[in-house]
């Protein structure tokens, strides 16, 4: 989440609301509206085949607003899925060749034995003796190659498997789904257009609660605490007021000076606190919007 920052211009925002003036009654902050942003960028790269909003809409959370090319993610996710398959058709044959070099060696052992015995009684020569040990030993290697390739080839399926979620993961990023619920700030981007992973493609932002940011004098501190309710007053139309109840949800623990805009030298150099007022949104208030606020005690 992003916070949207305007700067308060003090002086403008005084001539912007001098209807408080009007009424006699002086405003204790001055502030402008703003609110929490979201910008959602693109998580895969290719052609933007589908862009259903547009600067204005109401979004919700989970909802799919684009989808971006994924014709070649899913050729590759079928590929990996054959070669899986492939690697599987393999396992009998292999397992089949090592049952056969098992047995193999068996038969070798038991002629071993035998001719040993033999060699024994002096009816078997050495020579006997060692093309037996010799099959043996061929007959081992043989089986450990073949157990080595059986190994080789289990391990390439989960290897496998993990590209293929991999790619099933890219697949899911092609939908642009709307994390939050809000109004669709403005898009930058328009169907039909490439874009790149990490692009941004619209911003959204939740004007159903607004915060006022206005600057409060070190004298004033004692009088606005986190939870405090306040009045809040614009201007409508007609240069009326209209009154609306917040509640302080932030007060900086350090002072600042104020914002280099202000005209006057002596102005930028007072230390100020900023301050936060949480504000219900009945679709009054605009983003960047000025407005006052007033201590419920003082009024």
């Known amino acids: 989440m992003k916070l949207i920052i305007f700067t308060l211009v003090t002086s403008a925002l005084t001539t912007s609301l001098s209807s408080c003036n009007r ?7 001055y502030g402008t509206f703003e609110t929490d942003e979201t910008t959602i960028s693109a998580e895969a790269s290719g052609k933007l085949l589908t862009f259903s909003i547009d600067e204005g809409d109401q979004v919700k959370t989970g909802q799919v607003v684009g989808v971006i090319d ?3 993610l899913y050729l590759k996710c079928k590929q990996l899925n054959s070669q899986i398959e492939a690697v599987k058709s393999r396992i009998p044959n292999i397992n089949a060749q090592s049952e056969v070099q098992a047995e193999q ?22 020579k006997q003796i060692d093309d037996i040990e010799g099959r043996i030993s061929l007959a081992k290697k043989q089986k450990d190659a073949i157990d080595v ?11 496998l498997t993990a590209q293929v979620e991999q790619v099933k993961d890219q697949l899911r990023r092609c ?8 109004k669709v700030l403005v898009t930058y981007v328009n169907q039909f257009e490439s874009v790149i992973q990490g692009k941004a493609l619209y911003k959204v932002a939740n004007m159903d609660f607004m915060y006022l940011r206005a600057y409060i004098s070190g004298n ?36 600042e000076f104020t914002p280099k805009i202000i005209q006057t030298r002596e102005e930028r150099v007072k230390l100020v606190y900023p301050i936060k007022v949480k504000v219900k949104n009945d679709g009054s208030f605009r983003i960047g919007m000025p ?3 007033r201590l419920i005690s003082n009024k």
């Open 23 to 29: 009424n006699g009654d002086k405003a204790d902050a």
């Open 70 to 72: 994924s014709i070649q």
């Open 105 to 126: 060696l068996n038969v070798l052992n038991i002629e071993y034995n035998r001719i040993k015995k033999m060699f024994a009684d002096g009816s078997a020569t050495q």
């Open 149 to 159: 390739q059986k190994t080789s080839t289990f391990a390439e399926i989960p290897a």
């Open 175 to 182: 939908k642009i789904v709307n994390p939050a619920d809000g």
């Open 220 to 255: 004033q501190l004692h009088s606005f605490q986190p939870g405090s309710k306040v009045k809040v007053f614009i201007d409508n139309e007609s240069g009326q007021l209209i009154e609306s109840e917040g509640t302080i949800s932030w007060v900086s623990s350090e002072a």
């Open 291 to 293: 407005a006052e606020v």
